[in-house]
């Protein structure tokens, strides 16, 4: 079992600046990949970036060049470093992890609003 808490999100302007949080709760940190998924009112749960425990990355095409996922395997911790942010990046942000073992096991945060708005 794993325990993800994410922290970071809030009201933040067009063109500014975040950085989401994840603290996850288990033995095994580098058993699992970590992500970082965004849900928007009225839409599907989607990708936004993943990381691998010895840091290989994915991004969604709509946040590469703005938005950097990091892992700190000692903390065990996950980030995401978000720039540039604009009104379609308004969602919840959910922290995921992964088995790498077990592709049905996964873990989900409670989620993190981030609201971009002037």
Same mark, same amino acid.
């Given at each position: 079992?794993?325990?993800?808490?994410?922290? %970071?999100?809030?009201?933040?302007? *067009? !063109?500014?600046?975040?950085? =989401?949080?994840?603290?996850? @709760?288990? #033995?095994?940190? /580098?058993?699992?990949?970590? %992500?970082?998924?965004?849900?928007? *009112? !009225?839409?599907?749960?989607? =990708?936004?970036?993943?990381? @691998?425990? #010895?840091?290989? /990355?994915?991004?969604?095409?709509?946040?590469?060049?703005?938005?950097?996922?990091?892992?700190?395997?000692?903390?065990?911790?996950?980030?995401?470093?978000?720039? /540039?942010?604009?009104?379609?990046?308004?969602?919840?942000?959910?922290?995921?992890?992964?088995?790498?073992?077990?592709?049905?096991?996964?873990?989900?945060?409670?989620?993190?609003?981030?609201?971009?708005?002037?």
């Amino acid at each position: 079992q794993v325990q993800l808490v994410e922290s %970071g999100g809030g009201l933040v302007q *067009p !063109g500014g600046s975040l950085r =989401l949080s994840c603290a996850a @709760s288990t #033995t095994a940190f /580098t058993a699992y990949r970590m %992500g970082w998924y965004r849900q928007s *009112p !009225g839409q599907q749960r989607e =990708l936004v970036a993943t990381i @691998s425990a #010895t840091g290989k /990355t994915n991004y969604a095409d709509s946040v590469k060049g703005r938005f950097t996922i990091a892992r700190d395997n000692a903390r065990k911790m996950v980030y995401l470093e978000m720039n /540039t942010i604009g009104p379609e990046d308004t969602a919840v942000y959910y922290c995921n992890a992964a088995s790498i073992f077990d592709t049905s096991i996964n873990y989900w945060g409670q989620g993190t609003q981030v609201t971009v708005s002037s």
